[in-house]
């Protein structure tokens, strides 16, 4: 059986590689979605990978996972820290929920130390790059083969 994994990402991450490159590091969001698919492929998991830079869809994506109990790995972006509405929406999800960051929100602006989304979360996995997405890849093929 393959399951599928709703990879949902926020604001700005569709700039990765041009935006901030000391940061974010120089991998385009056409190469993360590229590496993310090949790594899902080898583990038996297929992939739907979205971004937006509207939380409107965001919510109602999450929504659409809800509904259909997908496991979902979410990079938040900005909305990390003061979207309740999509922390709400979060909450509603029976399937394991992962918190990505390519960078260590931890370790920078003082106002990036907090998330909302953190409290719905099965884990938290931050500060690897894009392979933040590779880790938390690995992360739910376990817990879904945990549960089987």
């Known amino acids: 059986m393959v399951h599928r994994v709703l ?7 569709n700039r990765l590689g041009t935006r901030e490159p000391e940061i974010y590091g120089n991998v385009s ?3 993360l979605v ?12 297929e992939v739907d990978i979205r971004q937006s830079n509207s939380e409107g869809e965001i919510i109602g994506w999450l929504h659409e996972a809800a509904d ?19 922390a709400d929406a979060c909450a509603m999800l029976t399937a394991p929920l992962l918190e990505v960051h390519v960078s260590n929100p931890g370790a920078r602006e003082q106002f990036r130390h907090h998330s909302v989304v953190t409290p ?16 938390a890849l690995n ?3 376990r817990l879904l083969l945990a549960k089987a």
Do not use: C, K, Q, R
């Open 7 to 13: 990879i949902l990402n926020g604001p700005n991450l």
């Open 29 to 31: 969001y056409l190469d």
């Open 34 to 45: 590229a590496g993310v698919t090949s790594e899902a492929a080898g583990l038996g998991l």
């Open 68 to 86: 259909t109990g997908t496991p979902v790995i979410f990079n938040p972006a900005a909305f990390t820290h003061y979207s309740y509405a999509i």
């Open 120 to 135: 719905m979360a099965t884990g938290v996995i931050a500060g690897f790059g894009v392979d933040s997405y590779l880790l």
């Open 139 to 141: 992360a739910i093929s």
